[in-house]
């Protein structure tokens, strides 16, 4: 260890992979031909479809709104196309999506252009901060959270109609923000203004003759109150299931809840829990009255009755031990004293959580939950290594190679929540990435795949070093018994030979080889390698590479590459069965009823799984075209195929063009594929020219732009006189593709405006691709503005709550950067349904924002412009304006499914997006407020649903997983709030996940059996594959359309870190008031704008 002398100043718990293009693990576009997953998930457990890791923390926080590229301003209402409906097939313009057109004053166009009914009456009055009530000749009361402060963010008051009822107010007393509030932004955070204020309901009637109850949307999170379950549903054929949940028991302990403060203060829980572990063993029988407590690692004690004091002062000594190398012996380095004070705080109220449980009380007393949780916790936490709510242990099961360095451990997730049985705990198996314990010799040689000694490090090699050592922990091997710990810093930019340090004040230098040489008898082999830094930058030390050895039990958190995310997965990848068992021996392992903690506080665990009863929904049918021989089908076990049957709505494609970037594929085998894509897009019914404009381009990847836009230009020279333009670009790839794919779709939808589709270069190759063809020829079809399949009920009008008057269908979602990019932006997107009553086409938008902010910035906003003054805009706000003009009529009903959203964030997300769209509403129209129902969709979640019988095949699909459409919304759920679990796909392989919807906002009324059926109905509407997919498609597509737009991000904003908002679509030119809008001291850039054709299709697909 060399001392400078100061001269100067990665998770899984097992989801297959699921089709191709799903995953992030898959740059180029292919199609799925195995749906039921989502791709792009973080790896929590086996699924039937295919999650891919991607979501970064993804489900995790998401800063204020930002400048908008010049072609995304609505400036006006509504600019209709009268009563026109879509015609069917692709090519009349009004069966594509609308083009944004809206000119004019602030808050309304030219009213020549606004349809009678929207225009809007005077431009809302500007405020900020909480809305005021405003009187005036609507007599409507505006009342909701304020939109988070920024820069301009002026608000328009919520509008209301005339003919309101007044409901009596329910006061709202202020109360401490939950617990975990303070890891979100600050201006997503709800002011204690608005938790003072009073929540109305406002009625609104006069809509039409079936209106629904508008209420205003929530002035805080103490005020609202989560819909109510209406009532169990019944459809469906009834069946029971098992579920990874046991039952616990109550205690009828009394709790008490002490602060703990150690002194001096350290950040690692680990020396905070061997501090009072060793304070228990010291003094539970003489000052804690015989007590075992339980400790959180930081601030909270909790003990099954009370301590004999009130507050206690106690001094600590712990002994500093490093490993030694011959066995049990320890070498004593240094004894470190704490100081630690126990102060009684309060008694955990465990009455109200029994409360809670019955139904009795609305709200769940966290702190009861959290005490059971933590006792829960004591004993895993000493035997394994903590990772969130999971613990892992190399002893668990085997370790296996992911390549790199890495490898990994197997663990079990463990929660406890409240259900409808009483108190359950959640246990699932799960998979994460741990570094492997080497040498760090030899964990460079595998990061670099390569014998270091042969050749020196380029500086390549030094950065990808540099990037997986940062932060880790070393033990250096040169000191006989003494393995003392570092963590490393950096590299240092010289070869260890060349490093030297003055050793006296006099001056005096020693290398680096001198001075292992002399002190230790360590002769240095790999002086050609840098040395790694630790300690701080100020006093760095230097270890030769050679001396270290990697702790174990370090978990990489870190992105994974491909190869790696393969390899996991195929680690956790278990069948339903195997699974199942597992996750029983895991509960026999833990021993509940013997853990010491367990007892202490008398809370009993259940070693039986959960029985639930549970039904399955039957398949709806699908509508084909009527010039296919089969008109419509029912699909069997959550999937079809497109045997005999024509799309609904073929697209049209008079005109397209191939490039190719494959090096292995010639313009004879390219030209071939072209004309077999063609062929199948024709036999499927589409309206498909057999010849391209141009013959096949081969071009070099690296000149992808100039290619790309060469082409185009000389496609366009033959179209133009013509008036025609150029519908499709078909894209061969090689099958490793580095950024070429993104460079692509970037180009295509932002600069030139086109709609491409990508295949790779096996599937040229492959001899039987007349499958893969076809799922090809269904995204092509939804890319040009066609419709693959549509529900029967829908055309027959038969939907509840969708079918009786113009519902509008959006889908959200936010993703998220990866772990250790800390200044990429998030990425919101937006779709909604442009189709009614079909809704099956989806328009979206998507919008860069602050990193990791969850609450959607841009789904309403408020400018002002130098010439126009306070304009509105936002994605709610276009794609309302965009299906009044594909429909002729403007929604009468909103049904927004939100995607991404953990549950300690349901209050925040209900409150800002509800509001966002009530104001998007308003700012078209003063009296314009349809009902909206705002569900959540989640897949992080741990529960597993399993066969009663595994051998009995009638309640199984072939994977061995429960049937599609198995519904559960007892037992498991929430106590009394509107929940449910639905698993609407087909496993493939491993154990399906199924998608927990929860309702938070419904004005619509919905029944159990009304939205569990529309939901599981939509399934089968997702336009890339014959199958049921696992979650809802528009949150589905808002997923796609989202990671889509992280391509269009320049180069070297993922590690540089300067942009963070702004929506393709229309807002602020760049050069206005708002486009240089700062978030923390990040500049913030806009994404670069779609091109407005490219907005109206599904181009994300």
């Given at each position: 260890m060399v001392r400078k002398k100061r001269t100067g100043s990665g998770e899984s718990s097992g989801e297959a992979p699921g089709a191709p293009g799903q995953g992030s693990s898959q740059r180029s576009e292919t199609t799925q031909q195995h749906g039921g997953g989502r791709g792009l998930m973080p790896l929590q457990g086996a699924h039937g479809g295919g999650q891919h890791q991607g979501r970064g923390g993804g489900r995790g926080g998401r800063g204020p709104l930002e400048s908008q590229p010049r072609d995304y301003q609505v400036r006006g209402g509504y600019l209709g196309r009268g009563g026109r409906s879509p015609r069917p097939g692709g090519g009349p313009p009004e069966s594509q999506l609308p083009v944004y057109q809206g000119r004019g004053r602030p808050g309304g166009g030219p009213r020549e252009y606004q349809p009678q009914e929207y225009q809007v009456r005077g431009v809302p009055r500007p405020i900020g901060g909480v809305p005021q009530p405003h009187h005036g000749r609507h007599g409507g009361v505006s009342v909701g959270p304020s939109v988070p402060p920024g820069p301009l963010r002026s608000v328009p008051e919520l509008h209301q109609a005339s003919n309101v009822q007044y409901q009596a107010p329910v006061v709202v007393s202020p109360s401490p923000p939950e617990a975990g509030s303070s890891s979100q932004p600050a201006e997503a955070e709800v002011s204690t203004g608005q938790v003072q204020q009073r929540f109305q309901q406002l009625?609104?009637?006069?809509?039409?003759?079936?209106?629904?109850?508008?209420?205003?949307?929530?002035?805080s999170s103490k005020s609202v109150k989560f819909p109510l379950r209406p009532g169990k549903g019944t459809y469906g054929s009834r069946c029971i299931v098992k579920a990874n949940h046991f039952f616990a028991e109550l205690p009828d302990r009394d709790l008490h809840h002490y602060d703990v403060s150690i002194t001096p203060e350290v950040t690692s829980r680990g020396v905070?829990?061997?501090?009072?572990?060793?304070?228990?063993?010291?003094?539970?029988?003489?000052?804690?009255?015989?007590?075992?407590?339980?400790?959180?690692?930081?601030?909270?004690?909790?003990t099954a009755g009370p301590l004999p004091f009130t507050s206690r002062a106690f001094e600590i000594t712990l002994q500093d031990e490093e490993d030694s190398l011959g066995g049990g012996r320890s070498v004593l380095r240094?004894?470190?004293?704490?100081?630690?004070?126990?102060k009684f705080a309060a008694r955990a109220d465990l009455h109200h959580l029994a409360m809670f449980l019955a139904g009795r009380q609305p709200d769940a007393p966290q702190e009861a939950l959290q005490v059971l949780d933590i006792v829960?916790?004591?004993?895993?936490?000493?035997?394994?290594?903590?990772?969130?709510?999971?613990?892992?242990?190399?002893?668990?099961?085997?370790?296996?190679?992911?390549g790199d360095g890495l490898e990994t451990w197997r663990g079990f997730y463990q929660s406890i929540r409240p259900t409808q049985m009483g108190l359950s705990l959640n246990i699932d198996m799960s998979s994460t990435a741990f570094i492997e314990p080497l040498p760090v010799i030899d964990f460079v040689a595998q990061l670099l795949n390569r014998d270091i000694s042969v050749r020196p490090l380029s500086d390549s090699d030094c950065v990808k070093i540099k990037k997986a050592l940062r932060g880790v922990k070393v033990e250096v091997t040169h000191r006989g018994n003494m393995r003392r710990k570092y963590r490393i810093s950096g590299l240092t930019s010289q070869a260890t030979r060349e490093l030297s340090f003055p050793i006296d004040d006099q001056g005096t230098v020693k290398t680096v080889l001198q001075y292992f040489l002399e002190t230790y008898g360590f002769s240095i082999q790999h002086?050609?390698?840098?040395?790694?830094?630790v300690g701080n930058q100020q006093r760095p030390n230097y270890l030769p590479m050679e001396v270290c050895k990697i702790v174990e039990g370090q978990r990489y958190s870190k992105r994974l590459n491909e190869k790696q995310i393969t390899a996991l997965l195929k680690v956790t990848c278990q069948r339903p069965h195997e699974r199942e068992r597992d996750i029983l021996q895991t509960v026999q392992h833990n021993a509940y009823s013997e853990d010491p903690y367990a007892q202490e506080f008398g809370i009993k665990i259940d070693e039986r799984l959960a029985s639930v009863e549970a039904r399955v929904l039957p398949p709806p049918r699908l509508k084909y075209n009527d010039s296919g021989r089969e008109k419509d089908v029912l699909p069997r076990v959550g999937q079809w195929n497109m045997m005999n049957k024509k799309m609904v709505n073929g697209g049209r494609?008079?005109?397209?063009?191939?490039?190719?970037?494959?090096?292995?594929?010639?313009?004879?085998?390219?030209?071939?594929?072209?004309?077999?894509?063609?062929?199948?897009c024709q036999v499927s019914g589409m309206d498909f020219a057999l010849e391209p404009v141009l013959p096949v381009l081969t071009a070099r990847p690296e000149n992808v732009e100039r290619a790309l836009k060469g082409r185009y230009q000389d496609a366009m020279n033959k179209l133009r006189p013509q008036g025609r333009e150029l519908d499709l670009l078909i894209v061969i790839l090689p099958d490793n593709n580095g950024s070429l794919y993104g460079d692509l779709k970037r180009i295509c939808e932002t600069d030139l405006g086109l709609v491409s589709q990508c295949c790779l270069t096996k599937h040229v190759f492959k001899a039987n691709k007349q499958q893969y063809l076809a799922n090809v020829a269904l995204k092509i079809n939804v890319k040009v503005g066609g419709r693959n399949t549509v529900l029967v009920d829908a055309l027959a009008r038969r939907i509840p709550l969708v079918s009786d008057r113009p519902t509008i269908i959006f889908g959200a979602d936010v993703t998220h950067p990866h772990p250790g990019e800390d200044s990429s932006p998030s990425i919101a997107a937006v779709v909604a349904s442009q189709d009614w009553p079909e809704v099956t086409k989806y328009a979206g938008l998507v919008s860069a924002q602050a990193h990791r902010q969850e609450l959607i910035q841009d789904l309403f906003k408020v400018w002002q412009d130098p010439q126009r003054g306070t304009v509105t805009g936002g994605m709610v706000k276009e794609l309302l304006i965009s299906f009044r003009r594909a429909t002729g009529q403007k929604p009468q009903r909103i049904i927004f499914y939100r995607d991404g959203v953990s549950e300690g964030q349901f209050y925040q997300v209900l409150l800002y997006e509800l509001d966002a769209i009530r104001k998007a509403c308003a700012s078209l129209e003063p009296n314009y407020q349809p009902p909206v129902t705002f569900v959540v969709v989640q897949k992080r979640h741990h529960t597993r649903l399993f066969a009663n019988n595994h051998n009995d095949q009638r309640s199984v699909d072939k994977s061995g997983n429960i049937l599609p459409g198995t519904v559960v919304d007892s037992k498991i759920c929430h106590p009394t709030e509107f929940d449910f679990f639905l698993c609407s796909h087909a496993g493939i392989q491993g154990t399906s996940r199924p998608?927990?919807?929860?309702?938070?906002?419904?004005e619509n009324k919905f029944t159990a059996d009304g939205l569990q059926s529309l939901t599981n109905n939509l399934c089968y509407t997702y336009a890339r594959c014959t199958r049921s997919v696992s979650i809802v498609p528009p949150a589905y597509y808002a997923h796609l359309a989202a990671f889509r737009a992280r391509f269009y991000m320049e180069p070297d904003t993922s590690d540089s870190g300067s942009m963070v908002s702004g929506a393709t679509s229309r807002g602020p030119p760049p050069g206005s008031a708002r486009s240089s809008r700062a978030v923390g001291n990040v500049a913030v850039r806009p994404l670069p704008a779609l091109k407005e054709n490219v907005k109206r299709v599904m181009f994300y697909c």
């Open positions: 009625a609104i009637h006069g809509q039409s003759s079936t209106s629904q109850a508008v209420q205003v949307a929530p002035a905070n829990r061997a501090v009072m572990a060793k304070l228990v063993t010291l003094y539970r029988q003489s000052h804690l009255d015989g007590r075992l407590p339980a400790y959180d690692g930081r601030k909270s004690l909790y240094r004894e470190r004293v704490f100081k630690v004070v126990i829960l916790r004591e004993l895993p936490t000493a035997r394994y290594c903590p990772v969130g709510r999971s613990f892992y242990s190399p002893n668990l099961g085997r370790c296996q190679h992911l002086s050609s390698l840098p040395c790694l830094q494609v008079s005109s397209w063009a191939c490039m190719n970037f494959s090096r292995s594929v010639n313009d004879n085998a390219a030209r071939m594929f072209c004309q077999e894509l063609a062929q199948m998608a927990h919807y929860h309702v938070l906002w419904d």
